[in-house]
């Protein structure tokens, strides 16, 4: 069966601090994509980024970075120099090949960045 | 390109009443879910279509839900008759099918369905 955590509820930082997003996943599946997406209080849900399960290179972009770790079932998310436009919450998503196209997603992250 | 258009963004109505949620997904795109996001429940899976075929509706919480795909750049969730439980952000969600593989969904704004 299909599942992510997002075991941090809420994290508070204050501006220009790093700070990452845990996410771990359960799969029986060989073949999976694994996703970001943003949603700010404006409400919409925004595609950050999506990672296959045959490709565990890390990846940079801007301030945001990705490591996945298919050793413990991870795929964590970075912000560095957080900014308070950062301030949003952040969901893990995973998908199965055997199960096509559906999304399952963590329960959230609530980030909080303070000026 | 147009992303993914929802209408209406709010909708307010009373217990009872029959609610029609509308979905213009983004031109090309094979793929089109409906979900539905809650504080209790979080982001579920409704159901969702491909090629205007429903695959998968097991996440339709019950016969008062449904949802149809006349064609490619339409598609509606209905609620007959709506429940105060079923107040949620309902969203709406397309993506491309590239050889069977599971391509990034992309999300419309969102409908927030408040039932009095």
């Known amino acids: 069966a299909q599942k992510v955590t997002q075991a941090q509820t809420e994290i508070s930082v204050v501006e220009k601090e790093d700070v990452t997003l845990d996410c771990v996943y359960e799969?029986?599946?060989?073949?999976?994509?694994l996703f970001w997406y943003k949603q700010p209080p404006s409400g919409e849900l925004v595609f950050l980024i999506r990672r296959n399960s045959f490709d565990e290179q890390n990846e940079i972009s801007g301030r945001y970075s990705w490591n996945f770790q298919k050793s413990t079932s991870s795929f964590n998310f970075t912000i560095t120099a957080s900014q308070v436009v950062d301030s949003a919450v952040y969901f893990c998503a995973l998908s199965e090949a055997m199960y096509g196209n559906k999304l399952v997603f963590g329960a959230g992250t609530i980030l909080r960045v303070k000026s | 390109d147009a992303g993914v258009i929802q209408s209406p963004r709010h909708e307010v109505t009373e217990m009872g009443q029959e609610v029609t949620l509308r979905c213009k997904p983004i031109s090309g795109h094979d793929y089109l879910f409906w979900y539905r996001q809650t504080m209790m429940r979080g982001l579920e899976l409704l159901i969702y279509?491909?090629?205007?075929?429903?695959?998968?509706d097991s996440g339709m919480p019950e016969d008062r839900f449904s949802a149809k795909m006349p064609n490619a750049s339409f598609s509606t969730l209905k609620i007959q008759p709506s429940e105060p439980r079923d107040s949620a952000v309902y969203f709406c969600a397309s993506s491309l099918n590239r050889d069977r593989v599971a391509d990034t969904q992309y999300f419309g704004p969102g409908t927030r369905l408040t039932v009095l």
């Open positions: 799969t029986r599946d060989t073949t999976y994509y």
């Open positions: 279509f491909n090629n205007n075929v429903p695959i998968d």
